[in-house]
């Protein structure tokens, strides 16, 4: 047993560090198209301080930390690309606080969205945070670290970076530091009118530092909802389309989706509207505005509301959808990549044809949507590429394909979301370079001994 | 390709035009109802193309039985009249067509066809269906749908095959002769719509409330009068088989259930306005079903019944709402049996 193995230990307890081929094997890889990086530790911290202590000994020993959440985001972000100690936080995964009337919730930062959701359902049924619709063990902290987006992400406020009320902190060099409100005062109610700090650890793939608690904004939790589908064969719509709906201010979510499964849907852009009321007449009424916003369209039957079935609808209703976890294993074995680009909407249809393009260049099947942020600020467009693990060529083709669709998403004016090692670098490209350079400074000042998640946001 | 069986001089020479004159959605004065009429008599555009809802009902108004419903069906496709979407349209063509998996399946009398609906075979249950064989699937869905869509063509196209699966894997095998039409929209389409395009149907189709009345009575001590009052949502392709309707009557008196008088019932039933969203008619379909769901509150209805699914799916929760238990037909008279 080496020395460090033996100081993780004393750390967080021995029944919380690895060093195990199996455990290193898994913590090397996740679901994507990445090549596996194995970690030389594991190490599960209860605490911050605990968190503190072993960033404290990285340092010491000059080896990298990777702080890691559900482990989820399919682009190689929690694979330690220089080895070191993988930081998997789930063990710190308690509610501190729900303030009702303030609206916000503070987490430690291994907390799942299930968790969340479940707690906030039992002990404050009138609260709800926004869900991504990623699989519910992916965590909090970890979903506004890449600037995930949710089921609110549309009608309140954007990403949930944006939802942020304050956040804990440790610094690459050991410090534990609080940032917004509860940095001065008691309560996590607010990043403003403080200098906004917490940018310095949201979008940064943990290379700035540990993330342990998360002040998180939470909304009103509707008794009544209901989910229109509306459905075109006309790509070049779908902005008018979805500029129309964010209009009527009525729309809880909105979704475009697009895919060649089932087969009775292949070439027909839908767009997914879900609607939430306190009061059924609410409901109604907020349905019929969003009808009538697109009464040109139907009334030329060239598009229309798609009757469904209450199983279909019950499907769409559901928060996170698992309509996506379902398309993820399509392909069966496992493996899914699904790239983001944020955008502006009007990018939506050529971003559709992009995909359509790079998919049938590269023989693999698709799924291709956009999630609406911040009622129409820009659009989180997805490129989702299913396929079978044990197929190598298929991998090498979803490889292939990510690329190009890195490269397609910034020619088209957007941006790779939580971009691989590869990505960021092209993202870096078409950096300006004083932006660049202030990067360059951050994380210098930071992270002194470069420990901080290396091989990622390298500047 | 099959040629609808109708004669124009019938409908030109017909003055009372109860095709339009009784129609629930139309609303024309005499004049201008046989005016529209002929037009679509005569193959040119009419307004009728644009307002029908597509309630089947006028196939039952027609004192000639000359297929009016069938007749506007078929002028809207030929005109390029959509009543619904065309996005929507095409992906239910996809939705609902043969897949080509069809098996040979050994089946026994009394063989019941789901016809699309084989989600809903968990309710072929207990005493009543005792014994039966049950086909199913979309390489035997009748396709009668498109209707609702100005698309004989797809149905013109899809049915020979459709019986055609029918006999060669699963009646012809088994050596059965009847077919029990679990949806009155398969009854209909054997009973009338194929007739009427000349299309030969080589089994005997049985409507399921022949065949629940047959067994019911067979095992009419076992029945327990429920008491309740109970409204009938009746299916649009009811009307392609109205003499089924009574049926129900008979049904409701064996076990103990009264079937008030509504004022949308027998002839002047609404549609349930699953179609009529579909069409994008929101306001239309939102108000028939308030009056539908009013008019069976009124009654001190219970329960509502249906037969159609998707008449089911489309006003359960607002038959809830108002208090009532929708059920279906299958379902209500197993009540009956203690089941």
């Known amino acids: 047993m080496d020395r460090i193995h033996n100081r993780l230990e004393e750390i967080v307890g021995k029944d919380y560090v690895s060093c195990s081929a199996e455990e290193r094997f898994i913590y090397s890889r996740d679901q994507g198209v990445q090549e596996p990086s194995e970690p030389d530790y594991v190490v599960l911290p209860a605490t911050p301080e605990e968190v503190r202590d072993i960033v404290l000994l990285a340092n010491e020993a000059k080896i990298p930390v990777v702080p890691m959440g559900g482990g989820l985001v399919l682009s190689g972000l929690t694979i330690p690309l220089k080895g070191g100690i993988v930081l998997d936080m789930k063990r710190m995964n308690r509610v501190l606080e729900v303030n009702e009337n303030s609206h916000y919730a503070v987490v430690e930062a291994g907390t799942s969205q299930g968790m969340l959701d479940a707690y906030l359902r039992k002990h404050h049924p009138g609260l709800k945070h926004s869900l991504p619709d990623a699989p519910p063990v992916a965590t909090i902290a970890g979903n506004i670290a890449i600037h995930g987006s949710g089921h609110l992400s549309q009608s309140e406020g954007g990403f949930h970076s944006e939802m942020v009320t304050g956040l804990e902190v440790v610094l690459p060099t050991g410090e534990l530091v609080k940032l917004g409100s509860s940095s001065t005062v008691p309560g996590w109610f607010s990043r403003a009118p403080l200098p906004d700090l917490a940018g310095l650890f949201l979008g940064w793939n943990g290379t700035t530092g540990v993330i342990t608690k998360v002040g998180i904004k939470l909304f009103p939790r509707q008794a009544h909802h209901d989910v229109l589908i509306f459905m075109t064969e006309d790509v070049d719509a779908a902005p008018d389309i979805l500029f129309r709906v964010i209009h009527t201010g009525m729309a809880e979510d909105i979704n475009y989706a697009l895919s060649p499964k089932p087969d009775y849907l292949r070439g027909f852009q839908m767009i997914v509207i879900n609607v939430t009321a306190h009061r059924e007449d609410e409901l109604a009424l907020k349905i019929r505005i969003i009808r009538e916003s697109l009464r040109p369209y139907f009334e030329t039957k060239e598009a229309g509301f798609m009757p469904m079935p209450p199983n279909m609808k019950a499907g769409l209703l559901e928060v996170p959808q698992k309509a996506l976890s379902k398309f993820a294993d399509v392909r069966k074995g496992g493996g899914f990549e699904y790239v983001g680009a944020i955008m502006p909407l009007e990018r939506i249809p050529d971003a559709c044809r992009a995909g359509m393009e790079i998919t049938e260049r590269n023989g693999i099947t698709y799924s291709l949507g956009a999630r609406i942020i911040g009622r129409g600020h820009s659009a989180m467009f997805f490129f989702a590429y299913p396929f079978n693990r044990a197929d190598l060529d298929e991998i090498r083709r979803v490889r292939s394909a990510l690329e190009e669709t890195n490269e397609a998403s910034i020619k088209l004016g957007g941006i790779p979301w939580k971009a691989e090692a590869a990505g960021q670098k092209l993202i870096l490209n078409s950096m300006e370079p004083a932006t660049y350079t202030l990067m360059k400074k951050i994380r210098t000042l930071l992270d002194p001994n470069g420990i901080m998640n290396p091989g990622n946001w390298e500047v | 390709m099959q040629r609808l069986r109708f004669d124009p001089d019938i409908c030109l020479k017909c003055d009372t035009v109860d095709c339009i004159m009784r129609c629930q959605y139309i609303h024309l004065d005499q004049d201008r109802a046989k005016e529209e009429h002929d037009r679509l008599v005569r193959g040119q555009m009419s307004s009728i193309l644009h307002e029908c809802v597509t309630c089947y009902a006028c196939e039952e108004y027609c004192p000639h039985g000359n297929h009016p419903f069938y007749l506007i069906v078929e002028r809207q496709e030929e005109l390029g009249v959509h009543p619904v979407p065309k996005p929507i349209e095409k992906s239910q063509v996809t939705m609902m067509g043969p897949r080509g998996k069809i098996r040979r399946k050994e089946v026994h009398d009394p063989v019941i066809n789901m016809c699309f609906f084989d989600?809903?075979?968990?309710?072929?249950?207990?005493?009543?269906?005792?014994?039966?064989?049950?086909?199913?699937?979309?390489?035997?869905?009748?396709?009668?749908?498109?209707?609702?869509?100005?698309?004989?063509?797809?149905?013109?196209?899809?049915?020979?095959?459709?019986?055609?699966?029918?006999?060669?894997?699963?009646?012809?095998?088994?050596?059965?002769?009847?077919?029990?039409?679990?949806?009155?929209?398969?009854?209909?389409?054997?009973?009338?719509?194929?007739?009427?395009?000349?299309?030969?149907?080589?089994?005997?189709?049985?409507?399921?409330?022949?065949?629940?009345?047959?067994?019911?009575?067979?095992?009419?001590?076992?029945?327990?009068?429920?008491?309740?009052?109970?409204?009938?949502?009746?299916?649009?392709?009811?009307?392609?088989?109205?003499?089924?309707?009574?049926?129900?009557?008979?049904?409701?008196?064996?076990?103990?259930?009264?079937?008030?008088?509504?004022?949308?019932?027998?002839?002047?039933?609404?549609?349930?306005?699953?179609?009529?969203?579909?069409?994008?008619?929101?306001?239309?379909?939102?108000?028939?079903?308030?009056?539908?769901?009013?008019?069976?509150?009124?009654?001190?209805?219970?329960?509502?019944?249906?037969?159609?699914?998707?008449?089911?799916?489309?006003?359960?929760?607002?038959?809830?709402?108002?208090?009532?238990?929708?059920?279906?037909?299958?379902?209500?008279?197993?009540?009956?049996?203690g089941q």
């Open chain 2, 119 to 337: 989600m809903m075979r968990g309710g072929i249950r207990g005493r009543i269906f005792e014994g039966v064989s049950t086909i199913g699937g979309p390489d035997i869905f009748c396709n009668l749908m498109f209707l609702h869509f100005a698309r004989n063509s797809t149905i013109k196209e899809r049915l020979p095959v459709v019986i055609e699966n029918i006999m060669k894997f699963h009646l012809e095998p088994s050596g059965v002769n009847e077919l029990i039409c679990y949806h009155d929209e398969c009854y209909g389409t054997y009973t009338s719509w194929a007739p009427a395009f000349g299309i030969e149907v080589p089994f005997k189709p049985v409507h399921l409330f022949d065949f629940m009345l047959r067994r019911m009575l067979e095992l009419k001590d076992e029945i327990r009068p429920l008491g309740f009052t109970v409204a009938y949502q009746r299916p649009c392709s009811s009307r392609l088989c109205p003499e089924t309707d009574s049926l129900i009557d008979d049904l409701f008196a064996l076990i103990g259930v009264q079937r008030p008088n509504r004022r949308y019932e027998y002839d002047r039933a609404l549609c349930c306005g699953g179609v009529i969203d579909a069409a994008q008619r929101f306001d239309l379909a939102e108000e028939n079903r308030r009056k539908n769901v009013e008019d069976m509150r009124a009654t001190g209805a219970q329960y509502a019944v249906f037969n159609c699914p998707f008449c089911f799916w489309t006003l359960a929760e607002p038959v809830m709402k108002a208090g009532m238990v929708p059920i279906m037909i299958s379902d209500l008279c197993l009540m009956a049996f």
